[in-house]
C-alpha cells in the first residue's frame, strides 16, 4: 500500500486552466503540506494542514487554494494557470518529526 | 529558521565511505537534525534523524558534535543506487514549522 498518493502523476494543461492535485495518506499522521519543487530542484513549502486546520501558508499565489476535507486528505486546486507553476507538486503527511513525501505530480503548463 | 550550508556535489566510487557535512550555526534548542535522500522523479525519503551525538541505523550514521552547528551523514560503502541529492534540514518538534529544504548535494556514485 502507497502510504502518500498523490494524483494525477503528469499534468498537462494550457494556461488559464483550472486544475486539482489530490493527495491521500494511510499512515494516520495529523499533518499534510504541499511543497513545489521547481526546475532547478529547490524544494519549497506552500502549505501546511493540522488535522484540516491551515497552520502554514507560505508566500504563494492565490490561485492556489488548499483543500482538506479530512485529515487524510489534503488537495490542491491552482485557479488561472500560467506558465510559471510549471514544476513537481509534492504532498506530504508527518508525524512527530520525520515526513513521508509522495511521488509527485509533473504540472507542465503550455 | 535555522539555515542550512552543504556542499553542492560530490563524488565517490563504489564501496568507499561517504560524509556529508551540514552546516547549521542558528540552530534552536527544540530543533532536530533530519537527512533526506531523493532520486530523481521521486519524493524526499527519510534516511536519519538527531538531536546530539551519534546516531547509526540500517543505512547511515549521523554525527553531531556538541554545539551542534553542524552535523555529518556518513554512508559507508556507497553503491551506484546511492547515487542521489542529500538534504539536512533542521526543524522542530511541534510541526508548527514546516521542514526547509536547503539545496542539497548531489552525490555521484561511480563504478
Known amino acids: 500500500d502507497t502510504a502518500v498518493s498523490q494524483t494525477p502523476k503528469y499534468l498537462v494543461t494550457q494556461m488559464g486552466n483550472d486544475k486539482s492535485i489530490k493527495c491521500e495518506q494511510n499512515?494516520?499522521?495529523?499533518?499534510m503540506y504541499w511543497y513545489k519543487q521547481d526546475s532547478k530542484k529547490f524544494l519549497k513549502i506552500m502549505f501546511s494542514?493540522?488535522?484540516?486546520?491551515?497552520?502554514i501558508n507560505e508566500t504563494v499565489p492565490n490561485r492556489f487554494s488548499p483543500k482538506s476535507p479530512d485529515k487524510a486528505h489534503l488537495n490542491l486546486h491552482i485557479n488561472s494557470l500560467e506558465l510559471g507553476d510549471s514544476a513537481v507538486y509534492f504532498c506530504?503527511?508527518?508525524?512527530?518529526?520525520?515526513?513521508?513525501f509522495g511521488s509527485g505530480t509533473r504540472l507542465t503548463v503550455v | 529558521l535555522a539555515k542550512t550550508t552543504q556542499p553542492i556535489s560530490m563524488d565517490s566510487y563504489e564501496g568507499q565511505e561517504v560524509n556529508i557535512t551540514c552546516s547549521h550555526n542558528n540552530i534552536a534548542t527544540n530543533d532536530y537534525i533530519t537527512w533526506y535522500q531523493q532520486f530523481p522523479s521521486q519524493g524526499p525519503r527519510f534516511i536519519i534523524q538527531?538531536?546530539?551525538t551519534k546516531v547509526t541505523n540500517e543505512v547511515a550514521s549521523l554525527f553531531i558534535p556538541a554545539d551542534r552547528k553542524s552535523s555529518t551523514l556518513s554512508l559507508p560503502r556507497v553503491s551506484l543506487s546511492d547515487t542521489a541529492v542529500y538534504y539536512c534540514?533542521?526543524?522542530?518538534?511541534?510541526?508548527?514549522?514546516?521542514?526547509?529544504f536547503g539545496s542539497g548535494t548531489r552525490l555521484q556514485v561511480q563504478p
Open positions: 494542514y493540522n488535522n484540516k486546520e491551515l497552520i
Open positions: 499512515l494516520g499522521h495529523d499533518t
Open positions: 506530504a503527511s508527518s508525524q512527530d518529526r520525520s515526513y513521508t
Open positions: 538527531g538531536y546530539k
Open positions: 534540514l533542521v526543524g522542530d518538534t511541534t510541526g508548527r514549522r514546516a521542514l526547509t
